[in-house]
C-alpha cells in the first residue's frame, strides 16, 4: 500500500530511532513509503496560532505534495496529525481559505485540491493494513509486559478535525493494538492527557510536572513502559523524564517507547536495530521481561 | 430503563440520611465516616434520560442527602457541571445512555476542585480567576449620550457571541490540564472572558489587558491541549480565544516572554531549513541572556547527548527549501 | 433578596446612590433564572417608535388590567435604560447602520425588541455581573432567605441560611429589596428553573405586604413537548409557524391580524383549543421553523436549535418541533408602587415577584426583562433614598433564635412517609389541572381543598438529611412551604375573579367585565390562613378599555 509518508521534523532530528524503526516497519505491515522529502514543518500549531495564513500555505504545500503523489498522507507524530487535519478541516469547510492558501503556493507550481486524506500510523493499522495483516506479521509476541498507552493529545482533540466524531474508535486503538500484541494494556485517567511539551519553554517546572504526573500515574497501576505515537511527547516524557523527576522529587525510571519501537519488537526485529539503547531512560529493564537484551 | 448510577459521596461531618426511606438501597443508621467514598444507586427512566434526571430521581425518591447544584435543567444556569466518567461535563446534557461504561454511569465531583460535598465543589478559584482579568467594559472614550449607542458593525458583536454564551460552568477549567499542575494559571474562561473585552471595539483597555495577560499565569501558560475546547457545552472554544489574545498580545508588542521567543526561534529555523531545529529551539526560547533559564535546561541537554539523541550540529536544510523561504517572503508577517 | 437582573440592577443603583448594599441570594447570581430570558427586550428606541405605542401595547396586551402610570414609566424609561446596559457591553444586534437592530415579538404594532441572538436574558445578566463585580458589591453568595426581620411595623433586615456552613445569620438593614423571582415550581410542567419557589412573595406576604392579582399567571404557547424548557417566541418573531394536526396555521382562527404573534393568553388558548378539540398530535402543536432556513436558524436561534436536538432529537432545520402551553410567568405579586414601595415600609420589591403593575393580566413577550431593569433601578434608587432617613435596627437577636429553634424542629421531625418532592409534585400537578389555563368555580374549589389537604400534610414532611453542610433537603422543604402560600393566594384570587381577563380564564365566566372588575386585587396574609381581599382601581391615563382582538 502506497503512501504519501509526513515523517516530521523531530524524527530526523531529536527523536531518529523513531524515523529508523518507522522504516522497518514498513515491510511487514505492506508499506511503500513514499516520503515527502521536501514537505516543510507544520508549523506544530505554534506558527499557527501567530500567523494562520503562513500556516495555510505551508501546510496547504505539504497537503498539496501528498496529493500529487496520489495516496494519503501517513504521519507518524501526533502533532502532525493534529496540525495537518486542522488545516485539511479548514480549508473543507471555508473556501476562500483554500483559495488564498493556492494563492501563495501556485507560482510553486502546487495547487491544493482538497483530498489528501491524513492518517497517522496508528489509525492506518486498524483502518487500512487490517488486524490480519498485522497479526500475520506478529513474530514475537509481547506476553508479560503491561503498556501503558499515552496518546498526545494532538491525535485526539479537536474531535472535528480528527474525524472522532465518525470515528469514535480511534479513541481506543493503542489499546487495541497493544492487547493484539500480546501485551497487558494499563488503564489510567493520564491516557489521553497532556505531556507538557506545548509548555516547556514557557513555564518549565509545571510542564515536566504534567507529563511526570502522568508516567507515576502509570507507574503505579503496574505499567512497564509507556508507548506514544508523537515524538513531541516521546521528547518530554523520556527526554525530560530524569528532570521530571527531580521537580516531582519522585523516582520514575519508566521508559517511553515510540509506536513504532513496540511494533518492531513484535514483528521480531532486535532492539538495537530499534534504536531502543538510544533513550535517556533505559529500556533494559522492559525488555528484559521479554527476555530482550539492549 | 434501568440504569446504574455511582456517585461520589463526600460530607465532612460524616452524617448521612438517616431516616429510612423506601427503595433506599442501603440500611439506616449510615456510617458516619468522612471520607470520600462511591455509592452505588439504580434507577428507572425513560432511555433518553440525563444524568441529573437520575441525581434528582435519587435524591427525591431514594436518597435526600445527596447534595447536587442545580437549577435550569436545559443547560443555561451552569449548575450542574461534575466529572462524569471522568470528563467534566453538564450533567442536564449528558445522557445516561451515551455516558455508561461497563453497565454504569459515574459521577462526581472533578478533584482539581475543593471540595464542600457530595457533587458540591467549591467554585471560589473559578470566581476569583474570573475576577482576576478584571472583566468588564471599560468604556472607550467618547463615551455616546445617554440615548445613543456606540455604533459598531454587527459583525463585531457577532463575534463575541462565541465568548458571552459563556455559562461559568467551570467544566473548562475543572479538566484544565495547566491548572491541574499550576493553580495560578488564570484557566480557560477567564481567559475567554478576557478576550470578551479585548476583542469588544469599545473597551479601552486592550494595552493594559495584553500586558498584564502575557504575564506569568496568563495566556502563556496554557499547554494547548485542547481539553477545555472538548469539554465546554455551549462551544465557546477557550482555547481559541487565548490564541487570539497570544496574537494579539505579540502583535501589540508584548514579546519579552518564552512565548513570544518560542515562535520566533520556530519560525526562524522553518523559515531557515524547513524544518524544526530542535537543538537552537530550546535556548532561544528560553533566551539567550536568560542564564538561569539556560542552566536549567543543561542537564537533559547532557542527557540527550549521552543518549546519542542530539540533533545534528549542522542543520540540514531539506531539498526545495527555496519554496519555503518564498511562502515566508510573501505571507510571513513579522516573521519574514 | 435575590442576584437576577432586578436584584442586581436595584443593588447597583444603590450602591451608586452611596448606601451600603448587598446581595443576598440562594445560588450564584449567574445561576439565576433571568439566564434562561432567550428572545430579547422591548423599547421604543427607533426614530419610527414611540413610547406612547410601546404603552398602549402593553396596556392592551395586559387586558386592560395594567396600571397605565407604571406603563408610561417603564416605556419612556426603557430607550434610555437599554442604552445604559448597552454602554456596560451587552452586545446587542446591531443593524447595518451599526445601531440597535430589533426583531419582532408577541402583541406589539411594530418591532421593537432588542436582542443578542437567543440568549439576551443570559447576556444580560453576566454583562450585569460584571458590572457589579467592577463595582466591588458584596454578594452573600448561596445564603438562603428563612425569614424577613420586622421591627416597630417595618423590614429591618432578614434571616439567612448560610448553605457552605449550615449557620443561621441576622443581616440588619434599613430595608430590604424582595427580587427572587417567580414561583414556577407550583405548576408541573413548568418552563422555570428548580429554584423558583416563590421564596419571595411568601416572606412578603407574611410580613403584611399584599399579594395583587395572584391569579393572573402566564402560560408561554411554545414550551418544549416533554421537558417544558422554554422555546423562545423570538421564533414566532422570526417568522416560525404554529401548525396543527391537519398541518393548518391555526391562529387564523383565533387572531387572524397577528397570527402567530397574539398575545401569549391568546395564543396558548388557541393551541389549548386546538389539542383539546382533536388537532393536536399527542397533546402538543409543532413550531415550524423549517422555512426559516439554516443561516437564520444557527445565527439567531442556536440555543433552541440545540435544546431540541439535545432534549428530543429534532432538527428544527428538517423538522418541526412538538409545543405546547407551559405555564412560564406570574404577571401578578407584591403590590408596589412605581418605586418599587410596598405597603410595608422598609420592603420594596421589583421583578417578576412584584406587580407594580405593568403587565396586568398578561405579560408581553420581552417586556419582563424591560421590566426587571427598569424597577429594579427604580426601587435602588428609591430604597437607598429611604434608608437615609431611617434607624439602623438594633433588635432581631429574637428573631434569630426562634429561627434557629424553628429548624432544628424541622431538621427533628420523624419520617412518616411523606416526601417533599412526592407533595411537591401532587402540589403542581393539582395546580396545572385546576388553576392552569382554564378554571372555573368548581374545580377553583376542589383547588383550595386539596391545597388545604396539602397543607397539612406539609406539616408531616420529614427532611431527609440531618447535617449542617449544605443542606439542601432542608431548604426544599422551607420552599415548599413557599410555595404553598403562593399557591392559596393564586387560589383564592382566582376563586373570587368571576370573569376572564389576560390569562385568567373562567369557563363559567367567559367574557371581560369592565364594570365588575376593572380594579386589582389585594390578598393580605391573616393568621388564620385565609387571606383579606380588597381591591384598588386600576389607574388610567389615556387608554380606555377596548375589545381586545389580534
Same mark, same amino acid.
Given at each position: 500500500?502506497?503512501?504519501?509518508?509526513?515523517?516530521?521534523?523531530?524524527?530526523?532530528?531529536?527523536?531518529?530511532?523513531?524515523?529508523?524503526?518507522?522504516?522497518?516497519?514498513?515491510?511487514?505491515?505492506?508499506?511503500?513509503?513514499?516520503?515527502?522529502?521536501?514537505?516543510?514543518?507544520?508549523?506544530?500549531?505554534?506558527?499557527?496560532?501567530?500567523?494562520?495564513?503562513?500556516?495555510?500555505?505551508?501546510?496547504?504545500?505539504?497537503?498539496?505534495?501528498?496529493?500529487?503523489?496520489?495516496?494519503?498522507?501517513?504521519?507518524?507524530?501526533?502533532?502532525?496529525?493534529?496540525?495537518?487535519?486542522?488545516?485539511?478541516?479548514?480549508?473543507?469547510?471555508?473556501?476562500?481559505?483554500l483559495?488564498?492558501?493556492?494563492?501563495?503556493?501556485?507560482?510553486?507550481?502546487?495547487?491544493?485540491?482538497?483530498?489528501?486524506?491524513?492518517?497517522?500510523?496508528?489509525?492506518?493499522?486498524?483502518?487500512?493494513?487490517?488486524?490480519?495483516?498485522?497479526?500475520?506479521?506478529?513474530?514475537?509476541?509481547?506476553?508479560?509486559?503491561?503498556?501503558?498507552?499515552?496518546?498526545?493529545?494532538?491525535i485526539?482533540?479537536?474531535?472535528?478535525?480528527?474525524?472522532?466524531?465518525?470515528?469514535?474508535?480511534?479513541?481506543?486503538?493503542?489499546?487495541?493494538?497493544?492487547?493484539?500484541?500480546?501485551?497487558?494494556?494499563?488503564?489510567?485517567?493520564?491516557?489521553? +492527557?497532556?505531556? $507538557?511539551? #506545548?509548555?516547556?519553554?514557557?513555564?518549565?517546572?509545571?510542564? &515536566? *510536572?504534567? %507529563?511526570?504526573?502522568?508516567?507515576?500515574?502509570?507507574?503505579?497501576?503496574?505499567?512497564?513502559?509507556?508507548v506514544?505515537?508523537?515524538?513531541?511527547?516521546?521528547?518530554?516524557?523520556?527526554?525530560?523524564?530524569?528532570?521530571?523527576?527531580?521537580?516531582?522529587? +519522585?523516582?520514575? $525510571?519508566? #521508559?517511553?517507547?515510540?509506536?513504532?519501537?513496540?511494533?518492531? &519488537? *513484535?514483528? %521480531?526485529?532486535?532492539?538495537?536495530?530499534?534504536?531502543?539503547?538510544?533513550?535517556?531512560v533505559?529500556?533494559?529493564?522492559?525488555?528484559?521481561?521479554v527476555?530482550?537484551?539492549? | 430503563?434501568?440504569?446504574?448510577?455511582?456517585?461520589?459521596?463526600?460530607?465532612?461531618?460524616?452524617?448521612?440520611?438517616?431516616?429510612?426511606?423506601?427503595?433506599?438501597?442501603?440500611?439506616?443508621?449510615?456510617?458516619?465516616?468522612?471520607?470520600?467514598?462511591?455509592?452505588?444507586?439504580?434507577?428507572?427512566?425513560?432511555?433518553?434520560?440525563?444524568?441529573?434526571?437520575?441525581?434528582?430521581?435519587?435524591?427525591?425518591?431514594?436518597?435526600?442527602?445527596?447534595?447536587?447544584?442545580?437549577?435550569?435543567r436545559?443547560?443555561?444556569?451552569?449548575?450542574?457541571?461534575?466529572?462524569?466518567?471522568?470528563?467534566?461535563?453538564?450533567?442536564?446534557?449528558?445522557k445516561?445512555?451515551?455516558?455508561?461504561?461497563?453497565?454504569?454511569?459515574r459521577?462526581?465531583s472533578?478533584?482539581?476542585?475543593?471540595?464542600?460535598?457530595?457533587?458540591?465543589?467549591?467554585?471560589?478559584?473559578?470566581?476569583?480567576?474570573?475576577?482576576?482579568?478584571?472583566?468588564?467594559?471599560?468604556?472607550?472614550?467618547?463615551?455616546?449620550?445617554?440615548?445613543?449607542?456606540?455604533?459598531?458593525?454587527?459583525?463585531?458583536?457577532d463575534?463575541?457571541?462565541?465568548?458571552?454564551?459563556?455559562?461559568?460552568?467551570?467544566?473548562?477549567?475543572?479538566?484544565?490540564?495547566?491548572?491541574?499542575?499550576?493553580?495560578?494559571?488564570?484557566?480557560?474562561?477567564?481567559?475567554?472572558?478576557?478576550?470578551?473585552?479585548?476583542?469588544?471595539?469599545?473597551?479601552?483597555?486592550?494595552?493594559?489587558?495584553?500586558?498584564?495577560?502575557?504575564?506569568?499565569?496568563?495566556?502563556?501558560?496554557?499547554?494547548?491541549?485542547?481539553?477545555?475546547?472538548?469539554?465546554?457545552?455551549?462551544?465557546?472554544?477557550?482555547?481559541?480565544?487565548?490564541?487570539?489574545?497570544?496574537?494579539?498580545?505579540?502583535?501589540?508588542?508584548?514579546?519579552n516572554?518564552?512565548?513570544?521567543?518560542?515562535?520566533?526561534?520556530?519560525?526562524?529555523?522553518?523559515?531557515?531549513?524547513?524544518?524544526?531545529?530542535?537543538?537552537?529551539?530550546?535556548?532561544?526560547?528560553?533566551?539567550?541572556?536568560?542564564?538561569?533559564?539556560?542552566?536549567?535546561?543543561?542537564?537533559?541537554?547532557?542527557?540527550m547527548?549521552?543518549?546519542?539523541?542530539?540533533?545534528?550540529?549542522?542543520?540540514?536544510?531539506?531539498?526545495?527549501v527555496?519554496?519555503?523561504?518564498?511562502?515566508?517572503?510573501?505571507?510571513?508577517?513579522?516573521?519574514? | 433578596?435575590?442576584?437576577?437582573?432586578?436584584?442586581?440592577?436595584?443593588?447597583?443603583?444603590?450602591?451608586?446612590?452611596?448606601?451600603?448594599?448587598?446581595i443576598?441570594?440562594?445560588?450564584?447570581?449567574?445561576?439565576?433564572?433571568?439566564?434562561?430570558?432567550?428572545?430579547?427586550?422591548?423599547?421604543?428606541?427607533?426614530?419610527d417608535?414611540?413610547?406612547?405605542?410601546?404603552?398602549?401595547?402593553?396596556?392592551?396586551?395586559?387586558d386592560?388590567?395594567?396600571?397605565?402610570?407604571?406603563?408610561?414609566?417603564?416605556?419612556?424609561?426603557?430607550?434610555?435604560?437599554?442604552?445604559?446596559?448597552?454602554?456596560?457591553?451587552?452586545?446587542?444586534?446591531?443593524n447595518?447602520?451599526?445601531?440597535?437592530?430589533?426583531?419582532?415579538?408577541?402583541?406589539?404594532?411594530?418591532?421593537?425588541?432588542?436582542?443578542?441572538?437567543?440568549i439576551?436574558?443570559?447576556?444580560?445578566?453576566?454583562t450585569?455581573?460584571?458590572?457589579?463585580?467592577?463595582?466591588?458589591?458584596?454578594?452573600?453568595?448561596?445564603?438562603?432567605?428563612?425569614?424577613?426581620h420586622?421591627?416597630?411595623?417595618?423590614?429591618?433586615?432578614?434571616?439567612?441560611?448560610?448553605?457552605?456552613?449550615?449557620?443561621?445569620?441576622?443581616?440588619?438593614?434599613?430595608?430590604?429589596?424582595?427580587?427572587?423571582?417567580?414561583?414556577?415550581?407550583?405548576?408541573?410542567?413548568?418552563?422555570?428553573?428548580?429554584?423558583?419557589?416563590?421564596?419571595?412573595?411568601?416572606?412578603?406576604?407574611?410580613?403584611g405586604a399584599?399579594?395583587?392579582?395572584?391569579?393572573?399567571?402566564?402560560?408561554?404557547?411554545?414550551?418544549?413537548?416533554?421537558?417544558g424548557?422554554?422555546?423562545?417566541?423570538?421564533?414566532?418573531?422570526?417568522?416560525?409557524?404554529?401548525?396543527?394536526?391537519?398541518?393548518?396555521r391555526?391562529?387564523?382562527?383565533y387572531?387572524?391580524?397577528?397570527?402567530?404573534?397574539?398575545?401569549?393568553?391568546?395564543?396558548?388558548?388557541?393551541?389549548?383549543?386546538?389539542?383539546?378539540?382533536?388537532?393536536?398530535?399527542?397533546?402538543?402543536?409543532?413550531?415550524?421553523?423549517?422555512?426559516?432556513?439554516?443561516?437564520?436558524?444557527?445565527?439567531?436561534?442556536?440555543?433552541?436549535?440545540?435544546?431540541?436536538?439535545?432534549?428530543?432529537?429534532?432538527?428544527?432545520?428538517?423538522?418541526?418541533?412538538?409545543?405546547?402551553?407551559?405555564?412560564?410567568?406570574?404577571?401578578?405579586?407584591?403590590?408596589?408602587?412605581?418605586?418599587?414601595?410596598?405597603?410595608?415600609?422598609?420592603?420594596?420589591?421589583?421583578?417578576?415577584?412584584?406587580?407594580?403593575?405593568?403587565?396586568?393580566?398578561?405579560?408581553?413577550?420581552?417586556?419582563?426583562l424591560?421590566?426587571?431593569?427598569?424597577?429594579?433601578?427604580?426601587?435602588?434608587?428609591?430604597?437607598?433614598?429611604?434608608?437615609?432617613?431611617?434607624p439602623?435596627?438594633?433588635?432581631?437577636?429574637?428573631?434569630?433564635?426562634?429561627?434557629?429553634?424553628?429548624?432544628?424542629?424541622?431538621?427533628?421531625?420523624?419520617?412518616?412517609?411523606?416526601?417533599?418532592?412526592?407533595?411537591?409534585?401532587?402540589?403542581?400537578?393539582?395546580?396545572?389541572?385546576?388553576?392552569g389555563?382554564?378554571?372555573?368555580?368548581?374545580?377553583?374549589?376542589?383547588?383550595?381543598?386539596?391545597?388545604?389537604?396539602?397543607?397539612?400534610?406539609?406539616?408531616?414532611v420529614?427532611?431527609?438529611?440531618?447535617?449542617?453542610?449544605?443542606?439542601?433537603?432542608?431548604?426544599f422543604?422551607?420552599?415548599?412551604?413557599?410555595?404553598?402560600?403562593?399557591?392559596?393566594?393564586?387560589?383564592?384570587?382566582?376563586?373570587?375573579?368571576?370573569?376572564?381577563?389576560?390569562?385568567?380564564?373562567?369557563?363559567?365566566?367567559?367574557?371581560?367585565?369592565?364594570?365588575?372588575?376593572?380594579?386589582?386585587?389585594?390578598?393580605?396574609?391573616?393568621?388564620?390562613?385565609?387571606?383579606?381581599?380588597?381591591?384598588?382601581?386600576?389607574?388610567?391615563?389615556?387608554?380606555?378599555?377596548?375589545?381586545?382582538?389580534?
Amino acid at each position: 500500500m502506497k503512501v504519501a509518508f509526513f515523517p516530521g521534523c523531530v524524527s530526523k532530528g531529536a527523536c531518529p530511532e523513531l524515523y529508523v524503526s518507522a522504516n522497518l516497519i514498513a515491510e511487514p505491515l505492506g508499506l511503500e513509503l513514499h516520503e515527502l522529502t521536501q514537505a516543510p514543518c507544520t508549523g506544530a500549531g505554534v506558527l499557527s496560532e501567530q500567523n494562520p495564513e503562513l500556516a495555510d500555505a505551508l501546510n496547504g504545500l505539504t497537503l498539496a505534495m501528498a496529493e500529487a503523489e496520489g495516496a494519503d498522507l501517513m504521519t507518524i507524530c501526533s502533532t502532525c496529525q493534529g496540525v495537518l487535519s486542522n488545516h485539511n478541516y479548514k480549508f473543507a469547510h471555508d473556501e476562500a481559505r483554500l483559495e488564498r492558501a493556492n494563492a501563495t503556493i501556485a507560482d510553486q507550481g502546487f495547487r491544493y485540491g482538497g483530498t489528501t486524506k491524513v492518517k497517522h500510523l496508528l489509525w492506518m493499522l486498524f483502518e487500512d493494513i487490517g488486524e490480519d495483516r498485522i497479526r500475520a506479521a506478529i513474530k514475537r509476541k509481547l506476553t508479560g509486559l503491561k503498556i501503558a498507552p499515552f496518546y498526545g493529545c494532538y491525535i485526539l482533540r479537536p474531535v472535528e478535525s480528527l474525524g472522532l466524531k465518525e470515528r469514535p474508535e480511534r479513541k481506543g486503538y493503542l489499546e487495541r493494538l497493544i492487547t493484539m500484541l500480546g501485551a497487558e494494556a494499563v488503564e489510567y485517567k493520564g491516557a489521553t +492527557k497532556c505531556c $507538557g511539551f #506545548p509548555m516547556i519553554t514557557f513555564n518549565r517546572d509545571k510542564a &515536566l *510536572a504534567m %507529563g511526570g504526573n502522568h508516567i507515576i500515574e502509570a507507574k503505579e497501576k503496574g505499567a512497564d513502559l509507556l508507548v506514544t505515537p508523537c515524538p513531541l511527547c516521546h521528547l518530554n516524557l523520556d527526554g525530560q523524564q530524569p528532570d521530571a523527576a527531580r521537580v516531582l522529587k +519522585k523516582d520514575i $525510571g519508566v #521508559p517511553i517507547f515510540h509506536l513504532p519501537q513496540l511494533l518492531g &519488537l *513484535a514483528f %521480531g526485529f532486535e532492539p538495537d536495530q530499534l534504536r531502543l539503547n538510544h533513550h535517556v531512560v533505559s529500556t533494559k529493564g522492559a525488555l528484559e521481561k521479554v527476555e530482550l537484551k539492549v | 430503563m434501568q440504569f446504574t448510577i455511582e456517585v461520589g459521596r463526600y460530607n465532612s461531618e460524616g452524617i448521612y440520611a438517616d431516616t429510612a426511606v423506601p427503595g433506599r438501597s442501603f440500611p439506616p443508621p449510615w456510617d458516619k465516616s468522612p471520607e470520600r467514598r462511591y455509592q452505588t444507586y439504580t434507577v428507572e427512566l425513560p432511555e433518553h434520560a440525563v444524568v441529573l434526571d437520575a441525581l434528582i430521581a435519587i435524591r427525591e425518591y431514594q436518597d435526600p442527602s445527596l447534595a447536587v447544584r442545580c437549577a435550569c435543567r436545559s443547560a443555561i444556569c451552569g449548575s450542574c457541571a461534575m466529572w462524569i466518567n471522568g470528563h467534566a461535563n453538564l450533567a442536564c446534557k449528558s445522557k445516561l445512555a451515551a455516558f455508561t461504561n461497563d453497565g454504569k454511569t459515574r459521577v462526581e465531583s472533578p478533584p482539581s476542585m475543593p471540595l464542600i460535598r457530595d457533587l458540591v465543589c467549591d467554585m471560589t478559584p473559578f470566581w476569583e480567576k474570573h475576577l482576576a482579568v478584571k472583566p468588564w467594559l471599560e468604556n472607550k472614550e467618547p463615551i455616546p449620550p445617554a440615548n445613543e449607542e456606540y455604533r459598531v458593525p454587527n459583525a463585531a458583536m457577532d463575534e463575541l457571541i462565541q465568548e458571552v454564551s459563556c455559562i461559568s460552568c467551570s467544566a473548562c477549567l475543572m479538566d484544565c490540564e495547566s491548572f491541574a499542575v499550576n493553580p495560578d494559571f488564570l484557566g480557560p474562561q477567564a481567559l475567554a472572558q478576557a478576550y470578551r473585552y479585548v476583542g469588544d471595539p469599545r473597551d479601552d483597555k486592550t494595552k493594559e489587558r495584553l500586558a498584564e495577560l502575557s504575564k506569568p499565569g496568563g495566556i502563556w501558560d496554557c499547554t494547548h491541549c485542547y481539553e477545555c475546547v472538548t469539554q465546554c457545552p455551549k462551544g465557546v472554544a477557550p482555547l481559541d480565544q487565548i490564541l487570539k489574545l497570544r496574537k494579539l498580545a505579540v502583535d501589540a508588542g508584548f514579546t519579552n516572554n518564552a512565548g513570544t521567543r518560542h515562535a520566533d526561534a520556530f519560525a526562524s529555523s522553518v523559515k531557515h531549513s524547513g524544518r524544526l531545529n530542535e537543538l537552537t529551539l530550546l535556548p532561544l526560547s528560553t533566551g539567550i541572556f536568560n542564564i538561569i533559564g539556560q542552566l536549567k535546561t543543561l542537564p537533559s541537554a547532557f542527557n540527550m547527548a549521552r543518549a546519542g539523541k542530539l540533533p545534528p550540529l549542522i542543520h540540514k536544510a531539506i531539498p526545495g527549501v527555496e519554496r519555503i523561504r518564498k511562502i515566508f517572503q510573501r505571507v510571513g508577517g513579522r516573521f519574514k | 433578596m435575590g442576584a437576577g437582573l432586578a436584584g442586581m440592577r436595584a443593588a447597583l443603583e444603590a450602591a451608586r446612590a452611596g448606601a451600603n448594599v448587598a446581595i443576598v441570594t440562594k445560588v450564584h447570581p449567574i445561576r439565576s433564572h433571568s439566564s434562561a430570558a432567550q428572545g430579547g427586550i422591548n423599547a421604543a428606541i427607533s426614530e419610527d417608535d414611540t413610547w406612547e405605542s410601546h404603552a398602549f401595547d402593553t396596556v392592551k396586551g395586559s387586558d386592560y388590567l395594567a396600571d397605565q402610570d407604571a406603563v408610561e414609566v417603564m416605556c419612556r424609561e426603557a430607550p434610555s435604560d437599554i442604552i445604559e446596559f448597552e454602554h456596560m457591553g451587552v452586545i446587542f444586534y446591531r443593524n447595518e447602520e451599526g445601531k440597535l437592530g430589533r426583531r419582532a415579538f408577541g402583541g406589539a404594532s411594530l418591532a421593537r425588541t432588542y436582542f443578542v441572538g437567543d440568549i439576551t436574558g443570559q447576556a444580560l445578566l453576566v454583562t450585569l455581573y460584571d458590572q457589579i463585580l467592577k463595582a466591588g458589591v458584596k454578594v452573600y453568595e448561596e445564603w438562603f432567605a428563612t425569614a424577613l426581620h420586622m421591627e416597630d411595623g417595618a423590614c429591618r433586615g432578614l434571616i439567612a441560611l448560610e448553605m457552605v456552613t449550615g449557620e443561621l445569620h441576622l443581616l440588619r438593614s434599613k430595608a430590604v429589596i424582595v427580587a427572587s423571582g417567580g414561583l414556577g415550581r407550583l405548576y408541573e410542567p413548568s418552563t422555570n428553573a428548580l429554584i423558583c419557589t416563590g421564596d419571595g412573595y411568601s416572606l412578603a406576604y407574611r410580613a403584611g405586604a399584599p399579594l395583587m392579582d395572584m391569579a393572573m399567571v402566564q402560560y408561554h404557547p411554545t414550551t418544549l413537548a416533554g421537558s417544558g424548557f422554554l422555546m423562545t417566541e423570538a421564533a414566532r418573531g422570526e417568522g416560525a409557524y404554529l401548525l396543527n394536526s391537519e398541518g393548518d396555521r391555526f391562529m387564523k382562527k383565533y387572531a387572524p391580524n397577528k397570527m402567530e404573534l397574539a398575545a401569549r393568553d391568546v395564543t396558548s388558548r388557541a393551541e389549548a383549543t386546538e389539542i383539546a378539540e382533536g388537532r393536536g398530535i399527542d397533546g402538543n402543536v409543532l413550531l415550524d421553523l423549517r422555512h426559516l432556513g439554516r443561516d437564520v436558524i444557527l445565527k439567531k436561534l442556536p440555543q433552541i436549535h440545540e435544546m431540541a436536538l439535545d432534549y428530543l432529537d429534532i432538527d428544527m432545520i428538517e423538522q418541526p418541533v412538538p409545543v405546547r402551553p407551559g405555564m412560564h410567568y406570574q404577571m401578578g405579586g407584591i403590590q408596589t408602587n412605581v418605586d418599587g414601595a410596598t405597603k410595608v415600609p422598609g420592603i420594596y420589591a421589583a421583578g417578576e415577584v412584584a406587580c407594580v403593575s405593568v403587565h396586568g393580566g398578561n405579560r408581553l413577550g420581552a417586556n419582563s426583562l424591560l421590566d426587571t431593569i427598569v424597577f429594579g433601578r427604580r426601587s435602588g434608587k428609591a430604597s437607598a433614598e429611604y434608608a437615609k432617613s431611617v434607624p439602623q435596627s438594633g433588635g432581631g437577636e429574637d428573631l434569630l433564635r426562634r429561627e434557629q429553634a424553628r429548624l432544628t424542629d424541622l431538621l427533628s421531625r420523624p419520617y412518616t412517609g411523606e416526601t417533599c418532592a412526592g407533595l411537591r409534585l401532587e402540589l403542581a400537578t393539582m395546580m396545572d389541572a385546576k388553576v392552569g389555563l382554564y378554571r372555573s368555580d368548581a374545580g377553583l374549589k376542589e383547588a383550595l381543598q386539596a391545597l388545604h389537604g396539602f397543607r397539612k400534610r406539609y406539616e408531616n414532611v420529614a427532611v431527609g438529611d440531618k447535617g449542617r453542610i449544605f443542606n439542601q433537603a432542608l431548604t426544599f422543604v422551607l420552599e415548599l412551604g413557599f410555595m404553598l402560600d403562593c399557591g392559596e393566594t393564586i387560589i383564592h384570587d382566582a376563586l373570587h375573579r368571576t370573569e376572564s381577563r389576560g390569562a385568567h380564564t373562567r369557563v363559567d365566566h367567559p367574557e371581560r367585565n369592565d364594570q365588575e372588575w376593572l380594579k386589582h386585587s389585594l390578598l393580605t396574609f391573616r393568621e388564620s390562613g385565609e387571606p383579606a381581599l380588597s381591591h384598588v382601581p386600576v389607574t388610567l391615563t389615556r387608554w380606555k378599555p377596548e375589545v381586545r382582538t389580534y
